[in-house]
């Protein structure tokens, strides 16, 4: 007879690369505060309900709770597009929808010609 192979003990936390640690709440509990930690970025974030026809701000994630108290797995659903970065600042007045608009900022703002001097 042969013996069977031991078995091997299952890891009590799966290991993934996105977790968060619940470290408060708001004090009407509609907010949670977290400690995101995705790959080897970590990140301070927010957590509410999603609710039906308000707009997200930010990524749409569901937590799956580990057994350590407080500490999630999370499956992000939605993934928020990237803001934008800052547009460098331009000269002149912002972007309009007709030519007169364009033709009044300069008369007002053009710069002015100085009058030659008769004195010397």
Same mark, same amino acid.
């Given at each position: ?13 799966? *290991?993934? &690369? ?9 004090? =009407? ?8 930690? #995705?790959? %080897? ?10 609710? %039906? ?5 930010? =990524?749409?994630? #569901?937590?799956?709770? #580990?057994? $350590?108290?407080?500490?999630? =797995? ?13 547009? $460098?600042?331009?000269?002149?007045? *912002?972007?309009?929808?007709? =030519? *007169?608009?364009?033709?009044?900022? &300069?008369?007002?703002? #053009? ?10």
């Amino acid at each position: 007879m042969t013996k069977p192979a031991p078995k091997k003990s299952a890891s009590p936390t799966p *290991s993934s &690369d996105d977790v968060a640690l619940v470290c408060g709440a708001t004090p =009407d509990g509609e907010t949670l505060g977290v400690l995101r930690k #995705r790959g %080897e970025k970590v990140e301070a974030a927010l957590l509410r309900k999603a609710v %039906e026809g308000q707009p997200l701000q930010g =990524d749409l994630v #569901r937590l799956k709770p #580990r057994e $350590e108290p407080m500490l999630f =797995d999370v499956e992000t659903l939605y993934e928020a597009p990237a803001l934008p970065r800052e547009a $460098e600042p331009k000269a002149g007045p *912002s972007q309009v929808a007709n =030519d *007169s608009y364009r033709k009044g900022w &300069d008369r007002l703002f #053009r710069a002015r010609k100085r009058a030659a001097s008769t004195l010397n």
